[in-house]
């Protein structure tokens, strides 16, 4: 029988919608097929007619790709040629080899370096992939594409744990301590490694990404009881006096404008007034969240039209980290224990809304969720509350 090939998107369908499956080599001679892995992943959609497509590195993968198909090709016809049985190990182990050889020579932190500019992620996602790459280049272990294993990632984790926060020479004159990494932030590096590595998986630089044996070992910290602001807070915040126009009076009115729309920092910086249309006495929008795209539908409040009002109908810019700086002064100045950030008033948001027995579903709306699941944690948060105040009761129950 006339041996045939073809090179095939995962024979066993086995890879899920929007994940990378493996782009296979399929030999049939006498009846039956053999199958080989080129170590190239894509998506379904990147691979047609026996081709890498719509992909930027996708000249590179197809000629990796060719390199392993004419070595199959070789060995099987070298079987047939002889009379022997096809060894399918046999070419397995010599097809590894190759595809070993036609790596890219670069080392894995040198790949690092050129694909972050290439992740397809806004550039407020993207930079928190650079000091992945500092961190990783300081803990000297990962460097190589060997280096890629699960009990090197568990190391990495280790390290970053044991590792404190740089600080200015100035505060460490003054007898500031510095700090250690928080949970938040550790497993902020692993999620960006973790994302950096399925896409080496894909692109066949490695066989397997570790964290896949590592699922729910690295946690992001206590995100199940998100802090907030009181009532009490919220109108501290708002009443504080401070001299218009100065960045703290700035910083504060974006807050507000936050705290009164439940929108995220990156929405709030990409507001535009002119997508709002006045419906029923109040100005209403329903648009999508530029981190993930996911919809969600706002209403301005008079707290935010204050703001603004007193910015002409645009909102205040502040790049995130002067911003967030600016509220820790905020909270010393209105007495607040709570860490101010940018993120708090989206929190503060959900619980208000959510204390003002606004169904939950809505809420979900409100905030641009994916999931009500994580509309449910701010829920968890009242939840707390409500038994604080029968703990209190309970006290003065007398026997």
Same mark, same amino acid.
């Given at each position: 029988?006339?041996?045939?090939?073809?090179?095939?998107?995962?024979?066993?369908?086995?890879?899920?919608?929007?994940?990378?499956?493996?782009?296979?080599?399929?030999?049939?001679?006498?009846?039956?097929?053999?199958?080989?892995?080129?170590?190239?992943?894509?998506?379904?959609?990147?691979?047609?007619?026996?081709?890498?497509?719509?992909?930027?590195?996708?000249?590179?993968?197809?000629?990796?790709?060719?390199?392993?198909?004419?070595?199959?090709?070789?060995?099987?016809?070298?079987?047939?040629?002889?009379?022997?049985?096809?060894?399918?190990?046999?070419?397995?182990?010599?097809?590894?080899?190759?595809?070993?050889?036609?790596?890219?020579?670069?080392?894995?932190?040198?790949?690092?370096?050129?694909?972050?500019? %290439? &992740?397809?992620?806004? $550039?407020?996602?993207? @930079?928190?992939?650079?000091?992945?790459?500092? *961190? =990783? !280049?300081?803990?000297? /272990?990962?460097?190589?594409?060997?280096?890629?294993?699960?009990?090197?990632?568990?190391?990495?984790?280790?390290?970053?744990?044991?590792?404190?926060?740089?600080?200015?020479?100035?505060?460490?004159?003054?007898?500031?301590?510095?700090?250690?990494?928080?949970?938040?932030?550790?497993?902020?590096?692993?999620?960006?490694?973790?994302? %950096? &590595?399925?896409?080496? $998986?894909?692109?066949? @630089?490695?066989?397997?990404?570790?964290?896949? *044996? =590592? !699922?729910?070992?690295? /946690?992001?910290?206590?995100?199940?009881?998100?802090?907030?602001?009181?009532?009490?807070?919220?109108?501290?915040?708002?009443?504080?006096?401070?001299?218009?126009?100065?960045?703290?009076?700035?910083?504060?009115?974006?807050?507000?404008?936050?705290?009164?729309?439940?929108?995220?920092?990156?929405?709030?910086?990409?507001?535009?007034?002119?997508?709002?249309?006045?419906?029923?006495?109040?100005?209403?929008?329903?648009?999508?969240?530029?981190?993930?795209?996911?919809?969600?539908?706002?209403?301005?409040?008079?707290?935010?039209?204050?703001?603004?009002?007193?910015?002409?109908?645009?909102?205040?810019?502040?790049?995130?980290?002067?911003?967030?700086?600016?509220?820790?002064?905020?909270?010393?100045?209105?007495?607040?224990?709570?860490?101010?950030?940018?993120?708090?008033?989206?929190?503060?948001?959900?619980?208000?809304?959510?204390?003002?027995?606004?169904?939950?579903?809505?809420?979900?709306?409100?905030?641009?969720?994916?999931?009500?699941?994580?509309?449910?944690?701010?829920?968890?948060?009242?939840?707390?509350?409500?038994?604080?105040?029968?703990?209190?009761?309970?006290?003065?129950?007398?026997?």
């Amino acid at each position: 029988m006339k041996k045939t090939t073809a090179l095939m998107f995962d024979h066993r369908n086995r890879t899920k919608p929007g994940h990378a499956g493996p782009v296979e080599i399929r030999v049939t001679h006498e009846r039956r097929s053999y199958y080989f892995d080129t170590g190239v992943k894509v998506l379904r959609d990147e691979f047609v007619a026996g081709r890498v497509v719509n992909t930027l590195c996708a000249d590179k993968l197809n000629e990796r790709i060719a390199i392993i198909y004419e070595k199959v090709l070789s060995l099987i016809n070298e079987s047939i040629d002889t009379g022997k049985a096809i060894d399918t190990e046999m070419i397995k182990r010599q097809v590894w080899q190759i595809k070993e050889k036609v790596r890219d020579g670069n080392t894995l932190l040198d790949w690092i370096h050129e694909q972050i500019p %290439l &992740l397809d992620i806004k $550039d407020d996602t993207r @930079k928190h992939y650079y000091p992945l790459e500092d *961190r =990783l !280049r300081e803990f000297g /272990k990962m460097r190589r594409w060997e280096d890629v294993t699960v009990e090197r990632i568990c190391e990495f984790d280790a390290w970053l744990h044991s590792r404190q926060k740089p600080i200015s020479d100035a505060a460490r004159l003054a007898g500031v301590k510095p700090k250690r990494l928080s949970d938040a932030g550790i497993y902020n590096y692993h999620k960006c490694l973790k994302a %950096l &590595l399925n896409r080496a $998986d894909r692109f066949g @630089k490695i066989e397997r990404n570790p964290y896949e *044996r =590592l !699922r729910g070992q690295f /946690k992001r910290g206590d995100k199940d009881n998100p802090e907030y602001l009181t009532d009490d807070e919220m109108s501290r915040i708002r009443k504080l006096e401070l001299p218009v126009g100065s960045a703290l009076d700035v910083a504060r009115d974006l807050f507000v404008f936050q705290m009164y729309t439940g929108l995220a920092y990156s929405d709030a910086q990409a507001f535009d007034f002119s997508a709002y249309k006045m419906v029923s006495g109040s100005w209403q929008y329903i648009g999508q969240r530029v981190k993930t795209g996911v919809p969600y539908v706002s209403e301005l409040l008079p707290p935010a039209v204050e703001v603004l009002e007193k910015y002409r109908g645009t909102v205040p810019k502040i790049g995130n980290a002067d911003y967030n700086h600016r509220l820790k002064e905020i909270g010393r100045l209105t007495g607040i224990e709570v860490r101010m950030h940018s993120h708090l008033a989206r929190h503060t948001f959900a619980t208000w809304m959510l204390a003002n027995d606004v169904k939950i579903e809505n809420v979900k709306q409100m905030l641009g969720h994916k999931s009500i699941v994580t509309t449910q944690r701010y829920a968890k948060v009242i939840a707390t509350s409500v038994y604080e105040d029968f703990g209190k009761v309970r006290k003065k129950i007398k026997p």
